[in-house]
């Protein structure tokens, strides 16, 4: 290491020596390796770092994933914010690394502490206007803005530890199988996810709980209890482990305090199989208990209290862990183990909802919204026949009323139900958020999308559905920065790929729209991602581009689920409005969304 070990930057310092990170003189948490990829960085300010250069010296002798280099890039995003002249700190270099691009000073000696809390200064370095009028008396008014809109401005990847005085976020990490058997894999996954939702339900107006798709990804981790509490952005983690054996099952929970890594307390339950939902119940009270919450009147799911069919329960969990698959097949074994389930016991409301979200995504992968969306109606209002309280099943009917019903009043009253029961459930917030947006009301469903990353911060399904809003919201230089945040997240996504081209297209950045574009076909595959970059290459005039990428996507559609109205707008693009007319007329006969 080099003899001087303070390195300072903008407001920032990095100490070296003490492995801390310091921003006007105050330190900043960082998790150990983040810390260790933005040192490597600095050192090496204004010099390209290859990838493996920084897997490398950041996890010296250990295969890591590059997506996993990606997110730490992220998360360093973050938290620093821009650099004084405007620009991000960090930059990439495609298909090679990342450059931090900020001057930065070396130093021998640290700096001394701060005697008080920094003061702003009574300088503004610019000027604000109204009506061509200075007005300084605004000053104070814009500063509170600035502070109240920075936070989940900067700390969008990473929500804020606690989003109100009265509400305790916590994540139920993936809970571990203890049988020895990988094929029972799909059991303990089934517990934590009804846990996910139990808890969600249990006490919605002062516990916030993230969500399953964004705890999965800490399965088997390494990485510290502090470390996860800070990348999720919550005060407490639950952990556990269960073995099934028969028609027993052995449940082990702990709750954790995050940043102290203290445990809480440690329970383990060993009871007959059907007992497993009154496991989840007394789990769910010793929390509330441990965390002093108020238990207060709550509208608990039926499905959620009673024995289970212990066969039925198999088919709901195997059918779950299929449709986290998210494939084409796995979509078709879930509806079957769900159709299976409901055979069995056809008064199960859980596997109603979850067959209703199983068509729902069928839409992604093959078929149109016409084959599939009257099933999933009649699976969701079985659902909420069934229980009314079981917030899943109102999330899917919204969708249904929203996106083939077209009945803009029914989709909101389910949506806001689903809220009313689960405000933790981020499917919820970005179907409302879905609704807005329709009716052109943009700043609250942006709203709604930041409420849904505070539950679901590392998901990129939920990200990929909200770049939609931000992009026909207009606001395209926002559409540019939250395609390139879940791109950081999830470099191989191909969605954000292509709506970062169509936003680069509509800002006549030429260039920068060739190249997302580029990247938009290396790493998707799907009929709508082609058309949308199709309609990109077009606006730009690349018309022979746009026409051969078109050409392949109708090609895919005879096989897979292709949005007419995309087709539509690339058409329109490329001034083939009759066929643009045809398509149109497709899209209004298929119900595309």
Not at 123 to 130: G, T
Not at 263 to 283: F, G, N
Not at 453 to 461: F, G, T
Not at 582 to 589: G, I, N, R, Y
């Amino acid at each position: 290491m080099k003899a001087n070990h303070l390195y300072e930057f903008g407001s920032y310092c990095i100490d070296a020596a003490e492995r801390v990170l310091l921003r006007d003189g105050q330190p900043v948490t960082l998790p150990p390796k983040d810390l260790e990829t933005l040192l490597v960085l600095v050192q090496k300010a204004g010099h390209i770092v290859e990838k493996e250069e920084l897997l490398e010296k950041v996890w010296p002798g250990i295969f890591v994933e590059e997506s996993n280099l990606a997110r730490h890039i992220f998360n360093l995003r973050q938290v620093l914010g821009d650099s004084p002249d405007g620009r991000k700190y960090i930059e990439t270099v495609p298909r090679r690394g990342y450059r931090f691009i900020a001057p930065v000073q070396e130093n021998g000696e640290p700096p001394a502490p701060p005697q008080s809390a920094p003061v702003l200064s009574a300088q503004p370095q610019a000027a604000v206007h109204l009506g061509h009028k200075r007005s300084l008396w605004l000053w104070p008014l814009a500063l509170l803005v600035l502070a109240v809109t920075a936070i989940p401005a900067v700390r969008h990847f990473w929500p804020a530890r606690n989003p109100s005085p009265r509400r305790v976020m916590l994540a139920v990490l993936p809970f571990e199988n203890l049988s020895g058997d990988a094929h029972e894999d799909y059991f303990a996954d089934g517990l934590t996810e009804e846990m996910i939702a139990q808890l969600g339900q249990w006490q919605p107006a002062n516990l916030g709980v993230i969500a399953r798709t964004s705890t999965v990804r800490y399965k088997h981790t390494k990485e510290t209890v502090a470390q996860i509490g800070q990348e999720l952005g919550v005060d407490y983690l639950l952990e556990g482990s269960a073995r099934r054996g028969g028609e027993r099952v052995r449940v082990t929970a702990q709750l954790i305090e995050a940043r102290a890594q203290t445990h809480l307390w440690a329970e383990t339950y060993e009871r007959p199989l059907v007992d497993v939902l009154s496991i989840q119940k007394e789990i769910a009270e010793k929390i509330t208990h441990s965390l002093s919450i108020q238990l207060l009147p709550v509208e608990t799911s039926t499905s959620a209290s009673a024995h289970v069919n212990v066969e039925t329960y198999d088919k709901y969990l195997l059918g779950l862990h299929e449709l986290g698959e998210g494939t084409r097949e796995s979509v078709n074994k879930a509806i079957q183990y769900f159709q299976e389930g409901i055979a069995k016991d056809p008064k199960d409301a859980r596997l109603y909802s979850a067959l209703a979200e199983a068509y729902d995504a069928a839409t992604t992968y093959y078929s149109s919204p016409t084959e599939v969306m009257p099933r999933a109606r009649e699976a969701a209002l079985r659902a909420v026949e069934l229980d009314p309280n079981l917030a899943s099943a109102h999330v899917k009917l919204g969708y249904v009323h929203l996106f083939f019903d077209w009945n803009w009043p029914a989709a909101e009253m389910e949506f806001r139900r689903a809220l009313e029961i689960n405000p933790s459930l981020p499917e919820a917030q970005l179907g409302y958020a879905d609704y807005l947006a329709t009716l052109g009301r943009f700043d609250e469903a942006l709203s709604r999308v930041q409420q849904a990353y505070l539950y679901d911060p590392l998901a990129v399904e939920s990200r990929n559905e909200a770049l939609w809003i931000y992009y026909f919201s207009g606001r395209m230089p926002e559409t540019v920065e939250q395609c390139q945040k879940t791109i950081e997240l999830e470099p191989a996504a191909g969605i954000p790929y292509a709506i970062l081209a169509m936003a680069y297209a509509q800002m006549g950045k030429r260039p920068e729209t060739l190249r997302a574009a580029e990247d938009a076909i290396r790493v998707g595959n799907s009929p709508s991602g082609m058309a949308a970059t199709a309609s990109a290459f077009a606006r730009v005039g690349e018309s022979g581009k746009a026409k051969q990428l078109l050409s392949k996507a109708l090609e895919q559609a005879k096989q897979r689920y292709l949005c007419r109205f995309l087709v539509a707008a690339a058409y329109t693009e490329l001034g083939e409005n009759e066929k643009a007319l045809q398509s149109l007329e497709q899209a209004f006969l298929q119900r595309s969304t």
